[in-house]
């Protein structure tokens, strides 16, 4: 017989999601005022016709240049505004999903937030191209909509189906792929090797993310503490903040402080 969750535990959460939405914020903010006005370009590649050659060639162009201040400071918006969500209008729905070993809600706003710092970890060593930034994008936030279909899909089955795991993990480690491959073309450059904070950036980052996974997998391999859902659901809850902050405040000391 499943053991029923005491309401002090949920309203727990429900403090524990406004503290967190509001060190977000306030991190959010400070990015955004403490700042210094960095852009990074971000580039079309699209075709021309070569009248000289009468082939197609590529025709890189700026299509615009992006402040990365007000950038960084998008994911820690969105987080924000999820736990505030989750802490207020969301809480009873976020209570009864919870008693189902869900959380939608956390992996809609890690779709849009962490893919926004996957394609930012992508342009500090040199992916401006506008069409893979999309890409990388996309494929980052399929990874955590496998999360979502993980948790649904095993609310109905009697054994752990690990199939959205492992789609998800494929799906994840690509755009992990292409920065590294940039960031050692980078390295292996003559005259553009990318900047000291981004050699800290990218290992912190990924092992960051990569915990993320593994918390996934112990919550549902119910190892030790994790046999209780809402004990995988802290450490998301935590490892978001720990990842967020880690890498806003190395983007700021590496490139956005004011000189």
């Not at 197609?56 to 402040?67: E, G, K, S, W």
């Not at 996974?213 to 119910?222: D, E, F, G, P, V």
């Amino acid at each position: 017989m499943k053991r029923k969750t005491p309401d002090k535990t949920f309203l727990g959460l429900r403090r524990f999601n406004a503290v967190m939405g509001l060190l977000h914020l306030i991190q959010g903010v400070a990015m955004i005022l403490v700042s210094n006005d960095t852009t990074y370009p971000v580039f079309t590649n699209y075709l021309r016709f070569d009248m000289s050659t009468f082939s197609l060639t590529p025709n890189p162009q700026q299509a615009f240049a992006l402040r990365f201040g007000p950038a960084v400071a998008i994911f820690l918006l969105l987080s924000a505004v999820a736990h505030f969500y989750l802490a207020t209008i969301g809480y009873r729905s976020y209570v009864e999903h919870l008693k189902k070993n869900s959380n939608p809600v956390r992996f809609y706003e890690y779709a849009l937030s962490s893919s926004w710092m996957i394609v930012l970890i992508g342009m500090l060593v040199g992916i401006w191209d506008l069409s893979t930034m999309i890409l990388m994008f996309g494929l980052n936030a399929m990874m955590n909509l496998f999360g979502l279909m993980m948790e649904l899909h095993n609310q109905s089955t009697t054994k752990v189906d690990w199939t959205s795991f492992i789609f998800g993990c494929i799906a994840g480690i690509i755009p992990w792929i292409v920065i590294t491959l940039y960031f050692l073309g980078a390295i292996n450059s003559s005259g553009a090797k990318p900047p000291a904070f981004v050699y800290a950036i990218i290992p912190t980052i990924f092992v960051f993310f990569n915990i993320f996974a593994l918390n996934m997998y112990l919550q549902y391999k119910k190892v030790g503490r994790w046999k209780d859902y809402l004990v995988g659901e802290r450490v998301f809850i935590v490892l978001s903040l720990l990842a967020k902050t880690a890498l806003a405040w190395q983007i700021w000391f590496g490139t956005l402080a004011p000189v």
